[in-house]
């Protein structure tokens, strides 16, 4: 199995965008790059304009080359309702439109639905499907992050000789129900989306983020995993090893890799985002 990271916010912006290529299928997940509107009370710098830009071609690329493109829910940094014309003829699996469900990503969810041709489309939510000696599996819909005020995910579990797992946006794996879907499922390479810390204090609290820790510590115990990135919400802190210190060490008890998603392919992090306020100081042009 081969797992590529195309698109992530340790490259450079908001994106989970994952390629994943087994000998019978080759699998696109959240073909989507978006950019924070506000960081440090400041809008998105030119350069972060430019590596958007930059990670949506790439993420066309590899959709090109997908039999099957995976949508794990409605916000922008997970799907592009302006260009479905690259998901012509790809079999689609989107979290359902009407299901578990908030009304910000139902309205999105039928708008981008319409959009589709020549496309087949399946609902994701707690399906299964083989191609081959690949299966793919669906969480049931499950919380964004620790509670339902943003709507539900799915996540994927993708077996072939190895298993992978692609968690999109559980903001830390925070919940139990999370945890378990990952347990069960038993992945040696997963693809976690991080922690708020960024929001640590307002928006996401102590409390969660601790829960976070330990039901990541819980995934190394637990199941068989070998490489997690963590990413996503959590590099957008450029503190965020600090913050993830006991999950590192535990790690390196445990024979883990615990790393970002530009790690993962041997790429240097550029946490763009994180760095505006940088980005403003250091460059004129915006």
């Not at 299966?135 to 298993?163: D, Y």
């Not at 040696?188 to 307002?202: C, K, P, S």
């Not at 995934?219 to 959590?234: A, N, P, S, W, Y």
Request: proline share 3%.
């Amino acid at each position: 199995m081969e797992i590529v990271p195309v698109a992530f916010d340790s490259l450079g912006a908001r994106s989970m965008a994952t390629f994943v290529k087994t000998k019978d299928v080759k699998i696109m997940i959240d073909p989507s790059v978006a950019l924070g509107p506000r960081r440090y009370g400041l809008p998105p710098h030119k350069i972060e304009h430019e590596r958007k830009n930059y990670l949506w071609k790439e993420i066309k690329r590899f959709v090109r080359l997908s039999d099957i493109v995976i949508v794990s829910h409605y916000h922008y940094d997970h799907h592009n309702p302006n260009e479905t014309e690259i998901l012509e003829n790809k079999i689609l699996f989107v979290k359902h439109p009407t299901e578990n469900i908030n009304l910000s990503q139902k309205k999105r969810a039928a708008y981008f639905l319409q959009q589709l041709k020549s496309s087949q489309i399946h609902f994701a939510d707690g399906s299964t499907l083989e191609e081959g000696n690949t299966q793919i599996v669906f969480s049931e819909a499950l919380p964004h992050g620790t509670n339902t005020r943003l709507g539900f995910v799915v996540m994927t579990g993708i077996f072939e000789k190895t298993t992978f797992v692609h968690t999109s946006d559980v903001e830390g794996v925070c919940l139990d129900d999370q945890l378990q879907w990952l347990i069960n499922f038993d992945p040696e390479t997963a693809f976690v989306d991080g922690a708020l810390t960024y929001m640590l204090g307002y928006r996401f609290l102590s409390k969660e983020f601790q829960k976070s820790v330990e039901n990541l510590k819980k995934l190394m115990e637990k199941t068989k995993v070998k490489d997690i990135v963590l990413d996503h919400h959590l590099t957008r802190d450029l503190n965020w090893r600090d913050r993830m210190r006991e999950v590192f060490d535990f790690a390196k008890e445990m024979g883990v890799r615990v790393m970002s998603a530009a790690e993962f392919i041997g790429k240097r992090e550029d946490l763009l985002e994180a760095r505006r306020k940088e980005l403003y100081s250091k460059y004129n042009f915006v």
